[in-house]
């Protein structure tokens, strides 16, 4: 069974540009989670959507948008981009939303550099 | 609001000696708390959960942690550390929100 995908791998960008990562979810998981990970400060929540909505949102600025298609694939939109942007986005999904004990399952990551 | 703190930003160990991570979580109820490892270029993989029961919680590649409620700690141990557990360890604790809240790493270092 294959896992949580993201694509690109790694993404180029220079201040101001637009940015979107894509995430295709576990087959049969409705949930994905957006997560920041920038040197030295674990892992930062952004974003998590269930079935194509917008369940919760981290303490970002509106510039990190989101949405979920209808086959639970997602994509995070970074609009003007920022130097302190620069960071690994982690897509996560999952089986049981709003159950505490819920897995996460995480994909490799979209390594995002703002020049 | 829920938070974790992992005092320890690095720890060097040599083959085949014993570990613990540390792991303080503050939440005001029962916490469910999660250990996660994170190899270089890698997405995080759960090692171990707990949310109720046995305190001494058993996981993959031979880890395990203890929950203990009174110091308000989850510290991840193993008893023979492999060079291939040099890692990024993440200890996580989940609260009403659903949403996990992350320490922010502890990096193990194995050293031959």
């Known amino acids: 069974e294959a896992g949580v995908t993201q694509s690109p791998t790694h993404l180029i960008k220079t201040r101001g540009q637009h940015a979107t990562l894509r995430c295709s979810p576990i087959?049969?998981?409705?949930?994905v989670y957006w997560y920041q990970q920038a040197l030295g400060l674990g892992l930062q929540f952004l974003l998590w959507y269930d079935e194509g909505e917008e369940r919760n949102r981290g303490n970002f600025p509106p510039r990190f948008s989101g949405r979920q298609f209808p086959n639970y694939s997602s994509e995070l939109n970074v609009n003007a981009l920022e130097l302190e942007d620069s960071a690994l986005y982690l897509c996560?999904?999952?089986?049981?939303?709003?159950?505490?004990?819920?897995?996460?399952?995480f994909g490799p990551g979209t390594r995002l550099t703002v020049l | 609001a829920q938070s974790v703190t992992q005092p320890d930003i690095h720890i060097t160990v040599s083959e085949g000696a014993s570990l613990e991570l540390r792991c303080n979580y503050s939440y005001g109820a029962t916490p469910y708390l999660f250990w996660y490892v994170q190899s270089p270029g890698q997405g995080l993989q759960l090692l171990l959960k707990?949310?109720?029961?046995?305190?001494l919680v058993q996981g993959i590649k031979g880890f395990e942690a203890e929950f203990k409620r009174s110091q308000s700690s989850f510290n991840l141990r193993k008893p023979s550390v492999h060079w291939s557990d040099a890692a990024e360890y993440f200890c996580?604790?989940?609260?009403?929100?659903?949403?996990?809240?992350f320490g922010r790493g502890t990096s193990l270092i194995v050293h031959p």
């Open positions: 087959s049969g998981h409705t949930s």
């Open positions: 996580a604790v989940v609260g009403g929100s659903y949403i996990p809240t």
């Open positions: 996560a999904s999952s089986l049981r939303p709003g159950d505490r004990n819920n897995e996460q399952f």
């Open positions: 707990y949310f109720s029961g046995d305190t």
